[in-house]
């Protein structure tokens, strides 16, 4: 069941892809599927989120994290989507049986790098409510990221004859950041980038607005984090600096009638 679909990246060579972060319904336990060509995928492939997706994957030789997969291409069969009914109780069940660490120690286990017991996905409670920092990127890496896009669209239009219609890939010059403290001892708080693809999504939508910032903290603080939602994030770190995480995206259910754990 698909849990996380992170917003899409260009690499050097001018591939666009993007991480996808799954619970697995036999076992339970955490999948990574990477990479996917999300948008170059037929419609009748693209899945969503909290979909059930059986695909064929092999372990990758260069990424050591247990939870890592490559999708073979052409070969996902969509399933059912899982929806809200009952205070999103099928999800909910699901995510729970996933269990939950707290950031301080997800970090210090990849301190030595990863390995085939060391966690590099995971559920993370937060100590009330987060805040949203924005700010601009680094004006040398956005004008690569640029660099990129424009390759890729001039290697296209040369030599695509497909047909397909695809928006170009577009760079957001903003990065949005949680700040927040886990439930760790002594957590002294961690900011960790947000690479949901919702996040940039809802940027897309509000952005030539004058309070566009009000309204992304509308949604990822205000209404996320409500003291009626029971809220938990998604993490993942990066395959080369394996203590360094990342925000995948945000579960947050209805509050089941006892805050602070996703079983009620």
Same mark, same amino acid.
């Given at each position: @069941? ?7 990246? %260009?690499?050097?060579? %001018? #591939?666009?892809? @993007?991480? /996808?972060?799954?619970?697995?319904? +036999?076992? $339970? ?6 990479? /996917?060509? *999300?948008?170059? &995928? ?50 909910? %069940? ?56 424009? #390759? ?5 239009? %040369? ?13 957001? $010059? =903003? ?19 947000? /690479? ?25 603080? +205000?209404? @996320? ?7 938990? &994030?998604?993490?993942?770190? @990066?395959?080369?600096?394996? =203590?360094?995480? &990342?925000?995948? !995206?945000? *579960? =947050?259910?209805?509050?089941? !009638?006892?805050?602070?754990? &996703?079983?009620?």
């Amino acid at each position: @069941m698909i849990l996380v679909k992170a917003a899409p990246v %260009l690499t050097r060579q %001018l #591939a666009e892809t @993007m991480c /996808v972060a799954a619970i697995d319904l +036999d076992e $339970p336990r955490w999948i990574r599927l990477h990479p /996917v060509p *999300f948008r170059d &995928l037929d419609d009748d492939k693209k899945f969503r989120k909290y979909q059930e997706v059986e695909v064929k994957a092999f372990r990758p030789a260069s990424d050591r994290r247990p939870e890592s997969w490559t999708p073979i291409e052409g070969s996902a069969r969509l399933g059912e989507a899982i929806g809200t009914d009952h205070r999103w109780s099928d999800r909910r %069940l699901r995510v729970a049986e996933l269990g939950e660490r707290t950031m301080c120690d997800l970090i210090a286990l990849n301190r030595l790098g990863s390995g085939p017991d060391t966690p590099s996905l995971a559920v993370v409670r937060v100590a009330g409510q987060p805040g949203l920092l924005i700010s601009q990127r680094d004006e040398a890496q956005v004008s690569e990221w640029r660099r990129r896009a424009e #390759a890729m669209t001039a290697r296209k239009s %040369l030599f695509d004859d497909s047909g397909a219609v695809k928006a170009p890939f577009e760079v957001i $010059p =903003w990065r949005f950041r949680y700040r927040y403290r886990c439930l760790a001892d002594g957590c002294k708080g961690h900011k960790q980038t947000i /690479v949901d693809w919702e996040a940039s999504a809802l940027f897309r939508n509000v952005r030539r607005r004058p309070n566009w910032q009000d309204l992304m903290r509308q949604k990822f603080v +205000d209404e @996320m984090w409500a003291p009626t939602r029971d809220t938990v &994030l998604f993490v993942g770190n @990066m395959e080369q600096r394996p =203590w360094n995480f &990342l925000i995948l !995206g945000v *579960f =947050w259910p209805p509050s089941g !009638g006892t805050q602070g754990s &996703l079983f009620q």
